[in-house]
């Protein structure tokens, strides 16, 4: 069984530059989160889909990062414009539903904002 | 919000020891436990997990004890050996009108020194 996918691996951008990251789940997975994790800490839950819709967005700083699933599948987080604050590394996650809470990581984008 | 403290944050033992790691939380309504492994440059990977309603939970040389009335569960790790390095992460998530907040602690870097 394939993981959970994500690209690039790493970025380098400087700031005020605009970044993307995309995610795709396992196959069937209808439950679909990215975190952030600073460097030397836990991750942090940025964003929950169902499916295409927006479960949780209320830790997203929605001035700057958008997000998205448009057909239930793969999903990219946008930062625009990137501070140096938003270096880290940006993991998704996929789960069976939300009910089933098992997630499974992705290896992460690792993103340095210079 | 979910507060979750992770004790120690840093950890060694010899090759063939047991490691203990301590996760506290605050909020009495979370009612699922997971244990995550992360190494170097890798998602967090799910080692175990214990639900509200089980006390303990064991598999192979890895085991979980949950103390709900005292708000804390603990990772065991028996025998330790060199792959078992890496950073331990707890979370601790609950349902609110969200949907689930999954809250990860701030990890523990686990050194097995042979």
């Known amino acids: 069984e394939a993981g959970v996918a994500q690209s690039p691996r790493y970025k380098i951008i400087e700031k005020r530059q605009s970044v993307a990251f995309w995610c795709n789940p396992i196959?069937?997975?209808?439950?679909l989160y990215w975190y952030q994790q600073i460097l030397g800490q836990g991750p942090k839950l940025l964003i929950q889909?169902?499916?295409?819709?927006?479960?949780?967005d209320s830790q997203l700083p929605k001035d700057r990062f958008s997000a998205e699933r448009l057909k239930g599948v793969d999903s990219t987080l946008k930062i625009q414009p990137a501070k140096l604050e938003d270096s880290a590394v940006y993991l998704c996650?996929?789960?069976?539903?939300?009910?089933?809470?098992?997630?499974?990581f992705g290896a992460g984008t690792r993103l340095s904002v210079l | 919000g979910e507060n979750v403290e992770q004790h120690p944050s840093t950890l060694s033992v010899q090759e063939g020891d047991s490691a203990v790691i301590k996760c506290t939380y605050s909020?009495?309504?979370?009612?699922?436990f997971p244990w995550y492994k992360q190494e170097l440059g890798k998602g967090p990977q799910l080692i175990i997990d214990?639900?509200?309603?089980?006390g303990e939970k064991k598999d192979q040389r890895i085991a979980v004890t949950l103390n709900k009335t005292a708000k804390h569960f603990s990772l065991h790790i028996t025998e330790t050996q060199p792959e078992d390095s890496a950073v331990y992460f707890c979370?601790?998530?609950?349902?609110?009108?969200?949907?689930?907040?999954?809250?990860f602690g701030p990890g523990t870097r686990l050194s097995v020194l042979p």
């Open positions: 214990i639900r509200s309603n089980v």
């Open positions: 196959s069937g997975h209808a439950t």
């Open positions: 909020d009495s309504a979370s009612n699922y």
């Open positions: 996650a996929s789960s069976v539903n939300i009910a089933k809470n098992i997630q499974y």
């Open positions: 979370a601790v998530t609950s349902r609110d009108n969200y949907g689930q907040n999954f809250v």
């Open positions: 889909f169902q499916n295409n819709g927006v479960v949780d």
